[in-house]
């Protein structure tokens, strides 16, 4: 039974949560005054803060208020945090304001560090007094002030459970620092102490069972790492460690099938990520070992080399043995450690010294580091030079195994030259770069090239190149390659093999295959119902159409029938052309920005170059085009009129500056 006084202290503290929601909704409003924009709960929002507007708080606050801000989701934001934040930013300067945050913060810190957790009548009352006015100011109504003063059991139980959950925080942060320190039994005593507590939710039962498992796979309990993986799995079935936990398990258990089924699981939730890809080939290695004698498997190795092989007892044998051959290494994983807990800081001091050992891994990390302004600051010349530099390397070692980092870099150029993002824009400098890539097996070179053979970008189109670059892209493991071809067949009007790829795609778990059953019955029913009139039309004026769409041969012969709508006919077949761009997919951009053009910063830079210039305009055409778009959507009835028109033609416009701009979602796309 609890005492009247930590009852006291539970309102008090129930209070003080109140005035956590009423900062946090003080912090949107401020925010969507001065920015005009609403705040999203979401790493992109946390990030940007840290790094402009909030960046004094960031560097005020501790460790982990840091990984808060940078999370960006302001329910997990606490007092501290939100007194901060109003105090040295000018989010809000009302003088009223920051004076009630003043007498706010005493009574926190008093509440927070009382050492019993109980307070007599006496204090309750003067904190009560004190606290009902600032509350007051915040916009609390007297009612609400009632419901939590005079609901003793229910709200101090709703308190207890919270006190669970604080808990249950803070021995998941004490494992996740004793696992830093390889700590691994202790830390996973932490986690089963914080999985035992009453009162947490699933989502956060997934990641300390996803923890846990962590701990037990380094400790060598690969059956209790599959089970706890297992558990996380059920409890958050969209959890993108929970995958990689079961995965890494599999492998230990050598059951390799299982674990590529769950890394390509992975994937299907993180499609870009390069460390996820790894973890699968290395599987698919494993695998191959498995299917071959052992002896043949090493026998590039020396007697001595060989035997430790044989004798290896668990995977910290293992990478010793390839650290003794490659010190390097070492450094390049320790890095991936600490980017993966998102402390990039030091994932760069670990790049910069395998780099400074010339590890391809190494340097193309810290490359990477300096587009994205991660642990460094932001230096896009110097990382062009770092990847250039790292294209001289051989791309295989003696055993003809891929060197890591030469492809990636070879790929993150052309990128780059493509997008012009690291370096002047240039189409055929992009190609050239994909091309080297694609030699040395690069999977994802080959789907980028695949599309714009396919789409006739800054090449001439040619489908037919464009099907091999894609199959070529799916043998070197790129899975985005066969969604891909799907679209090419459709495009090409070969349904046949649309429907087997499709059938292919959908096994591997693609979100987009049953999007694209649709648009194949849709092309079957259009090709009994009038094709065949279009390829007489053809042979009999001996028209070619290789490399066209059977959209575009119909526009073609629609166009020539009725001349007078040829205007109308083209800016449909625009925007055809865009939906069916919009349906491709290619590794995500090396900056990783979403849509965040600022027309004021562009229309200051479009005469410096010409790149400027082309972004400046795509972006003027795209808003355009999407204010008259909701104008459209508003109607109940929707004709090819001159808002129609002019949303297709600005919208086409948009795309054929630079498509990347103008990214149509599937849901607006199904609306046109």
Known sequence: MYSAEFYNWCKIELLLVKASECLRKAFEQSWQRKYKVAWSNSPECGQHFANNVGLNVYRHVGKIQKEYLEGGDIRKWDLTIFNTIFTMTDLNRDKVFQANLKRLMPIRNSIAHHSDKKISTQE???????????LSFLGVTDEELDDIIHSHSSD????????????????????????????FLMAATKYTDAITLPGISDGDLSVLHSNRSLCYLKLGKYAQALEDAKLS?????????????????????????KAIKNFDKAL????????????????????GLQER??????????????QKFKDMKNRDEFKKLLFDDNPALEHVWAGHEYRDDHNYYMAAECYKQAADMRNAEGMYNLALFMINGHGVSKDYPQALKLLLEISKFDAFDKHNAPVV???????????????????????????????????????????????????GEGVVKNFKQAEQLFLCALNYGDPNAMDNLVSLYLASGNINKAEKWNEKSKKQGSKLA???EKAITQMALESNAGISDVIDWEKELNLPFENMTIRERVFRKLSYEHPDKSEALETLNDLENIRNKSDHVSPISITRND??????????????????????????????????????????????????????????????LEHFVGSIPIDICEVI
């Not at 990689?244 to 398990?249: E, W």
């Not at 410096?608 to 204010?627: G, P, Q």
């Open 233 to 257: 799995k059920r409890l958050n079935p969209d959890y993108l460690k929970a995958y990689i936990r079961l995965g890494k398990a599999y492998e230990s258990l050598e059951k390799y099938d």
């Open 514 to 516: 049953r999007l694209k």
């Open 268 to 287: 299907s939730i993180d499609m870009n990520n390069d460390g996820i890809r790894r973890m699968r080939s290395d599987a698919r290695k494993l695998k």
């Open 405 to 455: 980092g030469v492809k990636e870099a070879e790929h993150c150029i052309a990128l780059g030259y493509k997008e012009g993002s690291i370096a002047e824009k240039s189409i055929e400098l992009a190609v050239l770069w994909y091309e080297k890539a694609i030699s040395h097996r690069n999977g994802m070179s080959a789907n980028n090239l695949a599309l714009m053979y396919m789409n």
């Open 595 to 656: 849509y965040k053009y600022d027309l004021e910063v562009l229309a200051k830079r479009k005469d410096k170059s010409e790149f400027s210039n082309r972004m400046y305009l795509a972006v003027l055409n795209y808003m355009e085009a999407m204010d008259t778009f909701h104008s459209i959507a508003r109607r109940s009835i929707v004709v090819l009129d001159n808002d129609s028109r002019s949303f297709i033609g600005r919208l086409a416009k948009c795309y054929k």
């Open 156 to 183: 101090s139980k709703a308190y207890i459970m919270n006190e669970n959950v604080k808990k249950s925080n803070e021995l998941k942060i004490e494992g996740n620092d004793l696992l830093k320190v390889q700590k």
């Open 293 to 306: 004698d052992n002896d043949q498997s090493i026998k590039d190795l020396n007697l001595k080399s060989r």
């Open 124 to 134: 309750y009352q003067q904190y009560w007094n004190e606290l009902k006015g600032i």
